[in-house]
């Protein structure tokens, strides 16, 4: 044992006394060496092993409870739940609700599908660097938010988060009703406690749809331009410009779709953007255009929200394609989460691999919201770690689902985290 080489017990005649007090110090000392290594080396175990590491009933997430939150929950200021690591708990019996919650769209029911391993997916628990994330309490949401509306603005991504929320809320209250505020894809009422959720999508969060060129010319022509996808960068989608008036909490997103070669061809479906009715000459870069989009939406937001409006705005989900991207026959059959090194692989932006976008989205978004009513909803260090629970082929398409979640899965820990930043608000 390593231990070995740190002392060296001195051979001396049994009938003394100060040496057997010597013998008996050493071997005090060899115990308490023993002990210390053991512990140390316990502590640098990490939790993606090839085998899942069971952690003594959750009591990592317990550790810093007192200190950071109060005893109704609430989460303290200074918390950043955004950092830290997933630890395998199998003492989770069951997920805070399952596959027969209607509203799970089919591709994304991985129970359901039989997709490999789903039911282990919600065994991992997210546990912050220095704090506690509180895990979700529907009848405590549901009591402390009655009378309010909550929307999700964005795609479908944001759809994943919505319906986790609405499937955990059902299991605290059944009472439901389809609502849908104006525009909203899909909404429901808790009746009991008049609560709202609703979903609102939008790809680009900005009004756009196909252009082709006018047969009278124009700016665009001039340049070369046959066809595309005219974007009017001051100008919200239809499907969401009344929600910042309605609802009392949003949630924001947009990216995946700014970096979609397959819809906005660079050469044979460009993006062009438009302003005040215009074409924006010289044409802008699709990098360039999101950062007007998200000025002149961000803005729209602040001017149009109701007094006291809490806003969001969510950070880059990742997706996990290996061997090629969705339509080069990239895969994600992994089950378990990924590794530090392996995370720094997929997403490292100096690889400019095929999962590079959700930090390049993540940059504009920093900078968009700086100085704005926004608050960040950073889920994407959390989920970069998380190749392990996607739909992967069990999605029913023709190729793997390497970006839409499971549900149950982690977007379940996306709605701890907002929950908590709610509360943190309240604290404040």
């Not at 895990?135 to 909550?150: A, K, Y």
């Not at 074409?279 to 803005?299: C, K, T, Y």
């Not at 929200?305 to 290996?322: D, K, V, Y």
């Not at 999605?395 to 793997?400: E, F, I």
Request: hydrophobic letters at 35%; proline letters at 6%; a neutral charge.
């Amino acid at each position: 044992m390593a231990s070995n080489h740190h002392y060296k017990r001195p051979h001396q005649p049994h009938s003394s006394s100060s040496s057997s007090s010597t013998t008996y110090f050493y071997i005090f000392i060899s115990i308490i060496l023993l002990t210390a290594l053991f512990l140390l080396s316990s502590h640098n175990i990490t939790s993606y092993s090839t085998v899942p590491l069971a952690f003594e009933s959750g009591k990592p997430i317990k550790q810093y409870a007192s200190r950071h939150n109060d005893g109704n929950g609430a989460a303290s200021a200074d918390c950043d739940y955004s950092e830290g690591n997933w630890f395998y708990d199998p003492t989770v019996r069951s997920p805070r609700y399952d596959e027969t919650c209607k509203e799970i769209y089919k591709g994304w029911n991985c129970v359901a599908g039989n997709r490999s391993g789903a039911a282990e997916i919600v065994k991992w628990r997210w546990q912050p660097n220095h704090c506690a994330l509180p895990q979700f309490d529907p009848l405590r949401f549901l009591e402390s938010h009655r009378d309010i509306s909550i929307g999700f603005v964005g795609d479908s991504l944001n759809r994943n988060m919505f319906v986790s929320l609405f499937c955990s809320l059902k299991r605290g209250s059944g009472e439901v009703k389809k609502w849908r505020p104006a525009g909203a894809d899909r909404g429901f009422t808790f009746v009991k406690y008049n609560l709202t959720i609703a979903y609102h999508r939008t790809n680009l969060l900005a009004r756009y749809g196909r252009w082709l060129a006018n047969a009278k010319g124009g700016e665009l022509e001039s340049l070369g331009y046959k066809e595309g996808y005219r974007v009017d960068v001051d100008i919200p989608e239809g499907t969401w410009a009344e929600a910042p008036s309605f609802h009392n909490i949003l949630i924001y997103n947009t990216g995946h779709w700014w970096w979609a070669p397959s819809k906005f061809d660079p050469v044979k479906s460009p993006m062009l953007f438009h302003e005040n009715g215009q074409p924006m000459i010289p044409p802008l870069s699709p990098e360039v255009g999101l950062d007007v989009v998200l000025r002149h939406m961000i803005s729209y937001v602040e001017e149009k929200a109701r007094p006291g409006t809490i806003l969001f705005f969510r950070t880059q989900s990742p997706r996990h394609f290996e061997g090629g991207d969705w339509d080069q026959g990239g895969s994600c059959a992994r089950l378990q989460p990924l590794s530090p090194h392996e995370v720094e692989s997929f997403f490292s932006v100096q690889n400019n691999g095929t999962n590079v976008e959700t930090r390049l989205v993540n940059e504009h978004i920093y900078e968009a919201i700086k100085g704005t009513a926004f608050q960040l909803l950073d889920i994407t260090s959390m989920s970069e770690f998380r190749a392990d629970a996607h739909p992967s082929s069990a999605g029913g398409k023709k190729h793997d689902d390497c970006m839409h979640w499971c549900l149950p899965g982690i977007t379940d820990t996306w709605n701890d985290l907002f929950i908590a930043h709610l509360s943190r608000l309240k604290v404040r």
